[in-house]
């Protein structure tokens, strides 16, 4: 649902690998639950302060085809904002989704478009295009595919049902070039702030630098999602920078109080 589009981190590049025409590709090697919910989602973008900035676009289609398509908007109203879409085809006999198109384009403060970042599970590209088309960078996927820019939300229902204590998964990023980077995700430890129901799920997550994870931690974005455990499915929450360098924020499904979500 999310997406961290150009966020300049550490450059830990895991798949550098130049792109060689008629790459053949495997699929994606992650498996996800089906969304408990289709349509639109009420929600809206907030800053870090928990004001209000704009609205968010999220939705959850079933397609035609049977292809579930994940849609999302937030961001500052007339201001830095980022448009997020991943289509997933069914898989494991229809009782998982496995990605098969990913891509989001970023708007800066004035509303200059960045570029678009686009992942391509079955022709096996990843690509960073200018925002007049033209691609800027352009590499192979891993063979350990495991990129998941958007559907996060559906990524980390493990996590919150407690079936697993970490997840692993990749992101593509295009600050600096075009890379792939290793990220974990796990559940954050019970809250102290008394504000918010004790029911309430909070997953973690960030690059995966191995033991020198926890010190990282210090020196990158704070990336949360927050989840109802009584029905996994329910988003409630996340938190992650708009884009690279750009400003973080909440995006905050409609009836959930900012103060449930963690300290700034």
Known sequence: MPQ??????PALLLAAVALAAGTARAESDLLMDPPGFFGPIPAS???VDRKQVGEARLLI????????????????????????TAELVPAEGGDKLRPVLQASRSFDPDGN???????????????CKNPDGKIRGQIALPSNDRIANVPLNLLFLPLVRREKKEIDFQLFMCGGGPHFMDFV????????????????????????????TL?????VPKLSFWFDPEAPHRWMAHRLPLYGKGPEVFVVRD???THWLGDN
């Open 61 to 84: 289609e079933k397609l035609g085809n049977g292809n579930v398509r994940i849609s999302s908007e937030s961001g500052f109203t007339a201001g830095a904002h980022t448009i997020a």
């Open 215 to 219: 010190v990282a931690q210090n020196f």
């Open 45 to 47: 973008t907030y800053d």
């Open 113 to 127: 478009a960045l570029g678009l970042l686009s992942i391509d599970h079955m022709q096996g590209i990843a690509s």
């Open 185 to 212: 995700a796990s559940l954050a430890p019970s809250s102290r702030n008394g504000n918010r129901p004790k029911t309430v799920v909070e997953v973690r997550y960030g690059p995966d630098f191995g033991l020198a």
């Open 255 to 257: 009836g959930v109080p």
């Open 4 to 9: 961290i589009a150009f966020w300049r981190g």
